[in-house]
């Protein structure tokens, strides 16, 4: 084949998102050839490519020829189920690939498969990313956030592909090159556990509204619109508002989401991150009760019968009781519990980033971070913009939560935040989410902690041994011989 004739670029792996990615890339005007097992899936996406707008996609139905059809240096995309999947794809492709070639993984990979898969391709010539890619379908077709890492080399020579690919915001494409490593699928899967944490809250903020507040999908989906105008302004409380406008057609009574049942499904990046903070120590509270959340919402028959059996013993259900409340107030405190509640789930997420960059000396640049999450992902929203700066302000800053701006707006929000919670617990409506950020919120502004008694306990059964607030070094105190002489 000519050279002229040959794609730039290849993507192997046309389920919704690689169908997407495949068709974004092609619209911005960089041919592409695409492959898929199965395939139909081929046939799918060139006549996609043919609707819409015969795009310079190009479909090859074996592995071979799919290589094949790629101008030299190759850079091939997949977009397989992580796990055996990819090796496979891999195993497949590499066969017939040369050294200098590249293979990009875009799925929700685990960093460490990454870190294999490059030391595996390294030893065949081949260069390798692990790219997280955030958006949903939506964002693939249009302009995902996009997080490579590992050869900086393989970086650059698709550098100009994925800038004009991914979304655009005011300060450049949202892309950066990561860093090392499994970096770029670490950072995306941070990147999902406070999405997790996000949803949570707004999850949880419905839930107060509608069963304390006794608020109506029409007024859920005003209110929801009016956030997305303030500093609640982003994706997901846009399409939250979306979600309570639209009604159920199959009954053609009431609201949709009052008919889908509420056990919430994951994939496995959430746990991954609670991991990943518990093996660090990084204290991840607002997203451990999210992912809490989801297995509490899983026991949708033990909860359904622990219902009925509390109810018999004389538990009444205060949230079938709203009484007087002041909705208007209610409204404006959960709008604030919310922005607090969220600020700490990113701070969290932050920190967590931090720590295994420090571990693994990936060096990663947390304010660019927040600004290729600015757009195309499923967490950009409007204050990302400021989480941006705080970095820039203070690359070493110890906590988004002590930024001066942030510090400030925690303050001023904090007491409608307690009398949501408050609420909330009063009335037996549970909010996790909120209570971990507030908690996580009140441990971290105070100098001293309950923990000195926690200390002496684990000196006393165990010879932990403790440090003292007057004098350096190790302590250790017989407390049963002298507690037996204190009671003389």
Aim: net charge neutral; glycine share 10%.
């Amino acid at each position: 084949m000519e050279s002229a004739a040959l794609s730039q670029i290849g993507l192997a792996g046309l389920a919704v998102m690689g169908q997407n990615l495949a068709l974004n890339i092609a619209e911005k005007g960089f041919p592409i050839s695409v492959y898929n097992r199965t395939t139909s899936k081929v046939d799918e996406t060139l006549d996609r490519a043919h609707r819409e707008g015969n795009l310079p996609l190009f479909g090859q139905y074996n592995p071979r020829d799919f290589v094949l059809s790629i101008q030299k240096p190759r850079s091939i995309i997949i977009l397989v189920k992580a796990g055996a999947p990819v090796d496979q794809t891999i195993s497949a492709l590499a066969a017939h690939m040369e050294p200098g070639d590249t293979i990009i993984d875009g799925g929700n990979e685990w960093y460490e498969n990454t870190e294999r898969r490059i030391l595996e391709a390294s030893n065949q010539g081949l260069l390798y990313l692990g790219m997280g890619v955030s958006g949903g379908e939506d964002g693939a077709r249009n302009g995902p956030s996009l997080m490579p890492g590992g050869s900086h080399e393989a970086y650059l020579n698709i550098r100009n592909i994925l800038e004009k690919v991914a979304a655009q915001v005011d300060d450049g494409p949202c892309v950066t090159y990561i860093g090392e490593g499994g970096s770029g699928n670490f950072v995306k899967m941070v990147h999902n556990g406070i999405e997790y944490g996000d949803m949570q809250l707004i999850s949880e903020a419905y839930d107060v509204l509608k069963n304390v507040g006794g608020l109506g999908n029409d007024e859920l989906a005003g209110i929801f619109e009016e956030w997305n105008r303030g500093e609640l302004e982003s994706f997901l409380i846009e399409i939250t508002s979306d979600i309570f406008r639209v009604k159920d057609e199959e009954t053609g009574n009431g609201g949709l989401v009052d008919k889908i049942l509420d056990k919430t499904g994951m994939k496995g990046t959430g746990k991954w991150t609670v991991q990943q903070a518990a093996e660090l120590s990084i204290a991840a509270p607002t997203i451990a009760a999210s992912l809490d959340g989801r297995y509490m919402s899983g026991l949708k028959e033990e909860r359904e019968a622990a219902s009925e059996i509390f109810r018999k013993e004389g538990l009444k259900e205060e949230i079938n009781n709203v009484g007087v409340v002041d909705k208007k107030r209610l409204i404006d405190d959960v709008r604030q519990a919310l922005y607090a509640s969220k600020i700490c789930s990113y701070a969290q997420g932050m920190n967590l980033l931090r720590a295994k960059s420090v571990e693994k000396g990936w060096n990663l640049n947390l304010g660019e971070l927040a600004r290729i999450w600015k757009g195309g992902c499923i967490i950009r929203a409007v204050f990302l913009d400021r989480i941006k700066q705080a970095y820039q302000r203070n690359p070493v800053l110890a906590n988004l939560l002590v930024d001066p701006e942030f510090a400030r707006e925690m303050v001023q929000r904090q007491a409608a935040w307690r009398r949501v919670v408050g609420l909330a617990i009063q009335k037996g409506v549970s909010v996790p989410g909120m209570s971990a950020s507030l908690q996580y919120f009140d441990t971290y502004r105070r100098g001293r902690l309950p923990a000195n008694l926690v200390q002496a306990q684990r000196d006393y059964f165990g010879a932990h041994t403790y440090e003292r607030i007057d004098r350096p070094g190790s302590f250790h105190t017989e407390w049963s011989k002298l507690a037996r002489k204190a009671r003389l």
